[in-house]
């Protein structure tokens, strides 16, 4: 777990336990009592205290008191500890605790020896965690769905690997099925457009956008006009295998500029050509009893002239939970696409991933269940399936929707948005609402310099404080200019001279951020980084303006240089946090603001 040092929750909570410890020596309590659902969470209203503690009301049956009468003992207790002003009992028993200064400044002195590892942990103990994100069908550009994919993945899988988990970032390349010969298609009519016949109209099904010119013209320059004396069955390989190689090509790069650098890029076609892993999938589920040859009922509401009532290969979707069981093969004998994802779930199971996250588009919501009891059912109960759903993305400029990319024909690419705001602006904003809500992205406010745009307002958060280094070193020369050093310097600070209001809510605010990195890689919900990085850049702003119109609370007072010390290494910790935090969401802390 996280270092007691480096996390105030973890320490009061250890107090809180070790109060009802004493509690059952002296006989108030049962000895052996659960203490596992015992939380310490930061209090909704300040005016409530700091944090509050859950101690007596699910301890309260078990040791046979009322939840009233043991939160009083526990906050008695409590009462007595060197970090606690004071310990209230409050409604049907929650224990509010308000913290002594000398708590928060202790762990301020803590993030500043941490420096940049303050809130990493190792929560998650070197356990394999393999993140499959963004996984766009090589069939076009990537679109701004993509993006917002690609940034909720990424940082999900930096966020875990700084709790300390052991991360594969994967991307599943969908080079199968009917997509893939629709493209090959259009890229042969793209081959004979560019050898000079006129192609007409893109006939429905194939794909319009311009970029599979490319794909004909380096046809056309590879091997002149000889495809056209091949039958399809010689061609279409040869067509297929340049177009997916030109359109991972532009995928990598559009991954690339996002900052997103997958370890993994997996094959689907791969689960045939090399063994049929899909046939060892399904005789391994046959094996357990999972898969059976059987009828389905015709689907509730469809018309019975479009049900087919056959025998086919099923999978048992039900034992697992799922609302019915799932065909593994088409009536011509091919897999279904579900078998084949059955498959490559096995691949994961097979090197050694337990725990998998899956990160799907907002049209993949009623493939879930299946999913996760396929899993169930490979694995034995053991593997958890978490999918992320990811909502849609509209876009807009200045409250109207934009139109179409020329390029792609059919939607905005990635490379568009990243072009226009940057990757960081676009990873921040594409983070900053939770994964299952459609999210509207303005490219006016995402631009914007103002306390209306997140990702600047956290940003210039970043940059203010090192201009505050800055402005320091005529009054300060000795301040070091490497944060690192500057860290280590104002550990040594005088941090017992932070009263200000406006000082302890800021080191009240960065002390809930190894908790919140915590709770963030467990429930699998990055978004949590942005939405507290706002709060404290806003803490941070709002202190700033006060010095402005108290300047007795300004960072610099020149005939206190202790004074002048302890506030910078406040400074610093607001800048060490925020900088944390973006390298987390993949997002760049600058230290000017151009």
């Not at 860290?487 to 960065?510: I, Y």
Request: aromatic fraction near 8%.
């Amino acid at each position: 777990m996280i270092n007691e040092s480096s996390n105030i929750f973890a320490v009061i909570l250890d107090k809180v336990r070790a109060v009802s410890t004493a509690l059952a020596t002296e006989g108030v309590i049962p000895n052996g009592l659960d203490q596992s659902r015992i939380v310490v969470e930061p209090t909704r209203e300040v005016a409530h205290g700091d944090m509050a503690s859950n101690a007596a009301m699910v301890l309260a049956k078990d040791a046979g008191k009322s939840p009233r009468d043991l939160a009083d003992a526990i906050a008695g207790k409590l009462s007595a500890d060197a970090l606690v002003a004071k310990a209230e009992v409050a409604g049907p028993g929650f224990i509010n605790l308000t913290l002594k200064n000398d708590a928060w400044t202790s762990e301020l002195k803590a993030l500043l020896a941490a420096g940049t590892d303050y809130g990493r942990s190792t929560l998650g103990r070197e356990e394999p965690v393999n993140v499959e994100y963004v996984s766009a069908n090589p069939t076009g550009p990537m679109h701004v769905g993509h993006c917002r994919g690609a940034a909720f993945g990424d940082a999900l899988a930096n966020l875990l690997k700084f709790t300390g988990y052991k991360v594969t970032r994967e991307y599943y390349i969908n080079d199968a099925g009917a997509q893939i010969d629709a493209l090959a298609r259009s890229g042969f009519l793209r081959y004979r457009e560019a050898l000079g016949e006129d192609i007409g109209p893109i006939p429905e099904g194939l794909y319009p956008g311009e970029y599979v010119k490319q794909v004909g013209q380096e046809l056309k320059d590879d091997y002149s006009d000889t495809l056209l004396k091949k039958p399809e069955s010689e061609w279409k390989p040869i067509v297929r295998e340049r177009a997916i190689n030109i359109m991972m090509a532009d995928i990598r790069n559009d991954l690339w500029s996002l900052g997103v650098v997958p370890d993994e890029f997996f094959s689907e076609a791969s689960l045939t050509e090399e063994g049929d892993q899909v046939a060892a999938a399904i005789d391994f589920l046959r094996q357990g009893g999972h898969v059976y040859e059987g009828r389905l009922p015709p689907p509730k509401g469809a018309p019975v002239d479009d049900y087919e009532d056959r025998e086919q290969t099923l999978f048992r979707a039900t034992a697992f939970g799922d609302d019915v069981d799932r065909p593994l093969k088409k009536s011509d004998g091919s897999y279904t696409y579900f078998a084949s994802d059955i498959a490559y779930h096995k691949s994961k199971l097979d090197r050694g991933f337990n725990t998998m996250i899956d990160v799907w588009g907002a049209d993949h919501g009623g493939y879930v269940k299946r999913m996760q009891a396929a899993v169930k059912a490979l694995s034995g109960g053991k593997a958890n399936l978490d999918v992320k759903i990811v909502q849609l993305v509209k876009l807009l400029r200045a409250g109207e929707p934009v139109k179409m990319s020329k390029r792609a024909g059919e939607f905005v690419t990635a490379r568009d948005v990243v072009e226009e705001v940057g990757s960081g602006a676009m990873r921040f904003m594409m983070l900053y609402r939770s994964n299952d809500a459609v999210l509207d992205f303005d490219f006016v406010k995402v631009k914007e310099q103002s306390r209306d745009n997140p990702v600047f307002y956290v940003q210039y958060g970043h940059a203010r404080g090192w201009s505050v280094f800055r402005n320091a070193k005529t009054a300060l020369p000795d301040l070091p200019e490497d944060a690192v050093e500057r860290c280590r310097f104002l550990a040594k600070a005088p941090l017992n001279r932070l009263v200000d209001a406006g000082e302890v809510a800021l080191m009240r605010q960065l002390a809930l951020y190894p908790r919140l990195v915590e709770s963030a890689a467990l429930a699998h919900e990055p978004h949590r980084i942005s939405f507290y990085l706002y709060e404290l850049a806003s803490e941070f702003h709002a202190h700033w303006n006060r010095g402005k119109e108290a300047p007795h609370l300004r960072f610099i007072i020149e005939n206190d240089p202790q004074i002048s010390l302890a506030r910078l290494a406040l400074v610093q910790g607001v800048v060490t946090v925020l900088a944390s935090g973006l390298g987390v969401l993949g997002v760049e802390a600058p230290k000017e603001m151009r």
